[in-house]
C-alpha cells in the first residue's frame, strides 16, 4: 500500500489525507486471504478520466493481473476511483460516484474517518449516514502491521546508550526501561577490584533481564518500550568478566532466560571509541563507573564489535557515537525515528490501539 501511496504521488498529484489501513474478508467471492483497505483524498491537475487511466496504470506496474473469466479474485493491488469533486459521471469508461459504495463497509468505514459528513452528489445522503446503515460493519477492523513493542539500544559503556534512549523516548511517547546499574551492590565491588563477585554480579543481572524482557509482560501492556540495554548484553559481559567455568555455567542459565524474552523489534547498536568512552565515563561520575580501566573497555569494545556481526532478525541500525555531541545525538534520535517509521505502519496502529485491536499505544513517531 505505500508503494501504491508512493506511485500516485508521483504520477497524479499531492495526498491531502489517507485513512488508517483496515482489514476485511473479501465480499462477492471467498479467499482465504483476508484484504486490506484504505481511503486516501488526492489533489490533482487531473480530470476524472485521467486519474483513473493514472490509477489503472499504477496497477499494471504493480503486477496486477486481470481475470476476464472471474466478477471478483484475490489481487495483489486494487485503485478505486469512489469520488472526484462532486461530480456525477455514467459513461463506458467511468461511473461516479463508484456505484457500490453504500454497500461496502469496507470502503466507508475509512471514508469515515477522512469525511464524515460529505454529501454523496448521487445519494444525497452524508458518508455517516450510509455508513449507519452499512451491514458487515463489525467484520472491518483496523489493520496492524506489527508496529514494535520494543526498542533496544545496546553497546558499550559510554556509547551514549541511555541519552539516546532517552531522546526516543520523548519523541516517541514510550516507557523508558532503564538497565538499574546502581542497585547492583556486586557491580560496585566488582569495579573496586574484587573480582570474585563476578559471577554472582552477571547473574544479579541476569535476573534482572528475565524479570524486565519477559515476552508475557509484554503482551500485557499497551505500551511501545524503549530500552537502553538488552538481554544480549549480560552474555557479552559475562564472556569479558568469568572464567571459563563460570561462563559454560553461566551460559546455560542465559539460554534459558533468552528463550523466555521479548525480542526487540528494533535494535539500535552504538559504536564508540573506547578513549571517548573512556572520558565520557570519567565526567559523568555514575557509580562505581569511574574505578573501570581503560584496558577494561578495549576488551569489552573488541566482544561488542564481534556480536554486531552476528544476524538478527529485528531491524538492526548501527551507528558510531564517538564525535557526536548533544545536538548531533537529537539529530540521530530524529533520522532514527524516521527510518523506523518507514518500516512500521503508525497510523493503523494509532487507531488499533484505540480499539483494542492491537497491543500498542504509543503515539507515532513525529519526526
Not at 489501513?21 to 473479501?26: I, L, N, W
Not at 455517516?128 to 506489527?146: E, M, T
Not at 543481572?205 to 500485557?220: G, I, T, V, Y
Request: net charge positive.
Amino acid at each position: 500500500m505505500a508503494t501504491a501511496r508512493n506511485y500516485i504521488r508521483k504520477d497524479l498529484g499531492r495526498i491531502v489525507s489517507a485513512s488508517s489501513v483496515f482489514t476485511s474478508k473479501p465480499q462477492g467471492f471467498t479467499s482465504k486471504y483476508d484484504f486490506l483497505n484504505q481511503v486516501i483524498c488526492l489533489k490533482t491537475q487531473a480530470s476524472a478520466h485521467e486519474t483513473l487511466k493514472g490509477l489503472q496504470a499504477i496497477e499494471q506496474r504493480m503486477g496486477r493481473l486481470k481475470k476476464s473469466h472471474l466478477r471478483y479474485s484475490d489481487r495483489n493491488i486494487d485503485l478505486d476511483l469512489l469520488y472526484f469533486n462532486s461530480d456525477c459521471i455514467n459513461d463506458a469508461a467511468l461511473t461516479l460516484p463508484h456505484p457500490r459504495i453504500s454497500e461496502r463497509a469496507f470502503v466507508l468505514k475509512p471514508l469515515m474517518q477522512l469525511c464524515s459528513a460529505y454529501i454523496d452528489p448521487k445519494l444525497l445522503k452524508t458518508v455517516n449516514q450510509l455508513y449507519r446503515k452499512c451491514p458487515h460493519k463489525n467484520a472491518v477492523k483496523p489493520y496492524s502491521n506489527g508496529a514494535p513493542k520494543l526498542i533496544s539500544i545496546m553497546g558499550p559503556i559510554g556509547s551514549g546508550k541511555s541519552h539516546l534512549a532517552s531522546l526516543l523516548c520523548k519523541l516517541s511517547s514510550a516507557k523508558f526501561l532503564r538497565e538499574q546499574h546502581a542497585n547492583n551492590a556486586f557491580l560496585l565491588k566488582f569495579y573496586k577490584g574484587q573480582r570474585t563477585t563476578a559471577f554472582n554480579m552477571e547473574t544479579w543481572f541476569l535476573k534482572q533481564h528475565k524479570l524486565h524482557f519477559n515476552s508475557k509482560l509484554f503482551k500485557a501492556h499497551d505500551t511501545l518500550f524503549v530500552s537502553d540495554y538488552y538481554v544480549d548484553q549480560n552474555l557479552i559481559y559475562a564472556q569479558r568478566n568469568l572464567n571459563k567455568l563460570q561462563f559454560k555455567r553461566f551460559k546455560i542459565e542465559f539460554n534459558k532466560v533468552k528463550a523466555l524474552c521479548q525480542n526487540p523489534d528494533v535494535k539500535i547498536m552504538l559504536q564508540c571509541n573506547p578513549h571517548t568512552a573512556f572520558k565520557r565515563i570519567q565526567k559523568r561520575k555514575h557509580a562505581g563507573d569511574t574505578d573501570m580501566d581503560l584496558n577494561y573497555l578495549h576488551g569489552l569494545n573488541a566482544l561488542w564489535v564481534q556480536h554486531n556481526k552476528l544476524n538478527t532478525n529485528a531491524l538492526l541500525l548501527s551507528f558510531d557515537t564517538t564525535a557526536l555531541n548533544k545536538l548531533q545525538m537529537a539529530l540521530l534520535a530524529k533520522t532514527i525515528l524516521k527510518t523506523i517509521h518507514k518500516t512500521f505502519d503508525y497510523a493503523s496502529w494509532r487507531v488499533a490501539s484505540k480499539n483494542k485491536t492491537a497491543m500498542r499505544t504509543a503515539t507515532p513517531f513525529s519526526t
